[in-house]
């Protein structure tokens, strides 16, 4: 059973950084395609970042000067790396992944719809006060 596993939401104030982590289990059968999305209260869900098995990556325009993702195949662990966060960046993130790329790829890059994703982990809360 392929499990996702995130960490490192909290608190921080305005122009802060926080690093969250995806840890990856029972997915060695598949390309290790993986992304991150956040869902602000009271609003759809929306892609953030995504990372392929080669390392080729794709965000979302308004977090591309902001966020980083990177990933730690031996670990099988996916990073986002945000830096510079705005009050506006408040959300639960999640991690997610999928055996078909291009379903992360669409869904973070042409805003397609997500619902379709595989796996999904359950969240963690990133709160940014100004």
């Known amino acids: 059973e392929v499990q996702l596993v995130e960490s490192g939401g909290g608190s921080a104030q305005s122009g802060g950084s926080l690093s969250l982590s995806c840890s990856v289990s029972?997915?060695?059968?598949?390309?290790?395609?993986m992304g991150w999305f956040r869902q602000i209260s009271g609003k759809e869900r929306e892609g953030v970042a995504n990372i392929d098995d080669h390392g080729a990556t794709i965000y979302t325009k308004s977090e591309k000067d902001r966020f980083t993702i990177s990933k730690d195949n031996l670990k099988n662990i996916r990073y986002l790396q945000m830096n510079n966060l705005r009050p506006e960046d408040t959300a639960m993130y999640y991690c997610?992944?999928?055996?078909?790329?291009?379903?992360?790829?669409?869904?973070?890059?042409?805003?397609?719809?997500?619902?379709?994703?595989?796996?999904w982990g359950k969240g963690t809360l990133v709160t940014v006060s100004s």
């Open positions: 997610a992944g999928d055996p078909t790329p291009e379903r992360l790829f669409l869904a973070v890059g042409a805003g397609a719809n997500s619902d379709g994703i595989s796996y």
């Open positions: 029972g997915a060695a059968h598949w390309s290790f395609c």
